[in-house]
């Protein structure tokens, strides 16, 4: 049986819906199973009932910052983890929370896969554990990855990055995954979801980086291929098509059949309200997303190479362009 941690997230949901259809029986960690309506949801973007999948569903309650929750859950008929569960964050103010549940929580998810003898353990970090990218580089999956931390969210990945290994050195077989912008339906007001929100209420500004972009389903089937391939102790990018943000969201407003953002932001503005809600965060305690972190980040330009995952598993990732579809496709349904 798969253990999955996260499985009412945008990854896990997807990832869940992927495995059980291809047959197979999953234990999925849920901190509320009242929570569990939005892996429902995910299945009926799929046309599915999750019900009719009960005999291959198996919930339990837990938490990754309570190891003991954990070590209870994997005690028994469970030979494989994918640990999905984790926060985003890019809010200074979350430090300790992201470094808590990205990095402690990965600890203990190590541990206790460790002390139940699971065969296979896939961890979901980011590209923000890769560190910095200055403009035009190239980020390589043969490359010998070099981490500057950049961002609070992107160092707690990367610590959580180095459990995984710390736990191959102790026995575990172990595949790390650095998927880029993930597209797909979810939380429409969480995450990358949200940006489908924002370009449908009729966002007008867009900037100058560029970035990847990689499908949600894409990142779902690669993980469960590398569960079952002998493939272990790797790290991999996953990424569809490297894109500029006008280009992404022109397309994301095209399937929307609303405006396309028509003003080019300027560096300057977005520092400027960089500085302007980091004031207001500090004073309200309310988290913003918007940061001197985030604003560098939307005028970078960094290219992700998918070469090796494709060489791996020989399969072609397509175009970003059916992810956005298919996810606009998705919020029209929930937005009638």
Request: aromatic share 12%; charged share 20%; net charge neutral.
């Amino acid at each position: 049986m798969i253990f999955v941690t996260g499985a009412t997230g945008l990854v896990g949901s997807h990832l869940t819906y992927h495995l059980v259809s291809q047959g197979h029986k999953v234990k999925l960690l849920v901190r509320k199973k009242h929570r569990i309506s939005r892996l429902a949801r995910t299945f009926q973007y799929y046309g599915a009932d999750l019900n009719n999948y009960d005999n291959q569903i198996q919930l339990v309650e837990g938490d990754i910052t309570d190891i003991f929750s954990l070590e209870t859950a994997l005690e028994t008929d469970v030979d494989s983890v994918i640990h999905c569960a984790g926060l985003v964050s890019f809010s200074p103010l979350d430090k300790g929370n992201l470094l808590n549940i990205n990095h402690h929580g990965t600890e203990n998810m190590v541990n206790a896969a460790l002390e139940a003898g699971v065969k296979k353990f896939i961890y979901v970090s980011s590209i923000a554990a890769l560190g910095d990218g200055s403009d035009n580089k190239v980020k390589e999956d043969n490359q010998e990855f070099e981490f500057n931390p950049v961002s609070v969210y992107g160092n707690s990945k990367h610590l959580a990055e180095l459990e995984v290994w710390r736990g191959v050195e102790e026995g575990m077989d172990a595949v790390i995954v650095n998927p880029t912008v993930i597209i797909g339906p979810g939380q429409w007001d969480q995450g990358s979801p949200r940006l489908f929100k924002s370009v449908w209420k009729g966002l007008p500004f867009f900037t100058t980086g560029t970035t990847g972009f990689v499908d949600v389903r894409d990142v779902a089937k690669a993980m469960s291929d590398l569960l079952f391939n002998d493939i272990s102790n790797q790290q991999f990018i996953l990424n569809n098509e490297n894109l500029n943000y006008r280009q992404f969201f022109n397309m994301v407003a095209d399937n929307l059949s609303v405006r396309r953002p028509r003003f080019a932001a300027q560096p300057w503005m977005m520092y400027f309200l960089a500085a302007i809600t980091g004031f207001f965060s500090k004073l309200t305690g309310h988290r913003s997303q918007i940061n001197k972190n985030t604003a560098s980040s939307a005028f970078s330009k960094t290219f992700y190479d998918n070469s090796k995952i494709e060489q791996t598993l020989k399969t072609n990732f397509e175009g970003i362009e059916k992810a956005i579809n298919f996810t606009a496709g998705c919020f029209l349904k929930d937005h009638r």
